[in-house]
C-alpha cells in the first residue's frame, strides 16, 4: 500500500498539483488511487470543477461509508472532498481522545479498494494534517522557488517529529519536490542551495524537481487534469520523474522505476 501526505505549511506551493498529479500518475501505472482533500478551501474538488456528492466532514463525523462519499473521477481514481464543512471536523478532533489515529480506524479495510491513499493538507498547522500524517507515515514536502516555502517545509518536518516523539510512530520524509523551478530566477538557485543544505543536514533527499510551466495553469482554469489537457507538457514529464523517485523511495518497483530519464 503507498501511503503520502503532500505537506507544506506555506501556502501555494504547489501542494495539491502535485497531490492531483501525482494520483493520476499512480494511477496510470495501473495503481487504483484514492486522493483525500482535507483543505477546507475546497482546493480539490475546485481545481477539478466536481460536483462531490459526499464529503470528508461526513465520512469523518457522520460516518458515512467511503462508498457514499468517494466521487469517482477516473477509472482508477476516487476522490474524498473538502469543503468548508471540514472546519466542523477540526472542531470535533480537537475534542477526541486519541484523535491523530482517527484515519487509521477509518481507513482500516480501504486496502482491498484500494493501492494508494493520497492527502492534499491545508497551508497551516491542523488536526486533519496531523492525522494524515500519522495514518500515512510518509510526507512527500513540495517547495517553490521562495524563502518562506523553506520555512514551511521546516514547519512540516517539525509535526512529523512531534509526532514521532509523542506517538512513537515512525514517520518520515520521502522528499523535498522542488516545484515551479526556473534556472533563469536567481531565487531559484537560492533556494535549491537552502533546501541541499537543509537535506545534507537532515538526510531527507531533494528530489528532481518540477519545472515552471504555464500548462499547470490552463489546465487548473480548464479544470481538468494536466495529463488531459497537455500529455507533453514539461511538468507532466517532471511529476512522470518524480513519482519513479517516490515509488523507489517506498521500495516499490515497476517497469517505469527502473528508466528514470537522465536531466
Ligand atoms: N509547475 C508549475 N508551473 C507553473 N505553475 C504552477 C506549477 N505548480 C503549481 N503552479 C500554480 O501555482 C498555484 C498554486 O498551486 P497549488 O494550488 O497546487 O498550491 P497549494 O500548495 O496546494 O496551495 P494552497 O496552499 O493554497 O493549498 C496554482 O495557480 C498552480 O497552477
Ligand atoms: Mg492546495
Same mark, same amino acid.
Given at each position: 500500500m503507498i501511503t503520502i501526505t503532500v505537506s507544506n505549511q506555506r501556502g501555494g506551493v504547489g501542494k495539491t498539483t502535485t497531490t492531483l498529479t501525482l494520483a493520476r500518475h499512480l494511477a496510470e501505472r495501473g495503481r487504483r488511487v484514492l486522493v483525500i482533500d482535507t483543505d477546507s478551501q475546497g482546493s480539490v474538488y475546485l481545481a477539478l470543477g466536481l460536483h462531490p456528492q459526499g464529503w470528508l466532514h461526513q465520512f469523518v463525523n457522520d460516518g458515512l461509508s467511503i462508498k457514499r462519499v468517494a466521487t469517482n473521477v477516473h477509472e482508477r481514481i476516487d476522490i474524498i472532498c473538502s469543503d468548508r464543512r471540514t472546519m466542523r471536523v477540526e472542531v470535533s478532533l480537537g475534542a477526541a481522545t486519541a484523535k491523530e489515529m482517527i484515519f487509521c480506524s477509518l481507513l482500516s479495510c480501504v486496502e482491498q479498494r484500494y493501492d494508494a491513499v493520497l492527502f492534499d493538507v491545508a497551508p497551516s498547522i491542523s488536526h486533519l494534517q496531523s492525522c494524515a500524517i500519522a495514518y500515512t507515515k510518509n510526507v512527500i514536502v513540495p517547495v517553490a522557488m521562495d524563502a518562506l516555502s523553506i520555512e514551511g517545509a521546516r514547519s512540516s518536518l517539525q509535526t512529523i517529529e512531534v509526532l514521532n516523539h509523542f506517538l512513537? +510512530?515512525?514517520?518520515?520524509? +520521502?522528499g523535498f519536490l522542488p516545484t515551479m523551478v526556473d534556472h533563469r530566477l536567481s531565487a531559484t538557485e537560492l533556494v535549491l542551495n537552502a533546501l541541499n543544505s537543509q537535506s545534507a543536514s537532515s538526510g531527507i533527499p531533494v528530489l528532481r524537481g518540477i519545472r515552471t510551466d504555464q500548462a499547470v495553469n490552463r489546465a487548473l482554469r480548464k479544470q481538468k487534469f494536466l495529463h488531459d489537457f497537455d500529455r507533453r507538457s514539461k511538468a507532466l514529464e517532471d511529476y512522470g520523474v518524480a513519482c519513479t523517485e517516490i515509488l523507489r523511495l517506498l521500495g516499490h518497483h515497476d517497469e517505469q522505476t527502473e528508466t528514470l530519464p537522465a536531466r
Open positions: 512513537r +510512530l515512525g514517520c518520515r520524509c +520521502l
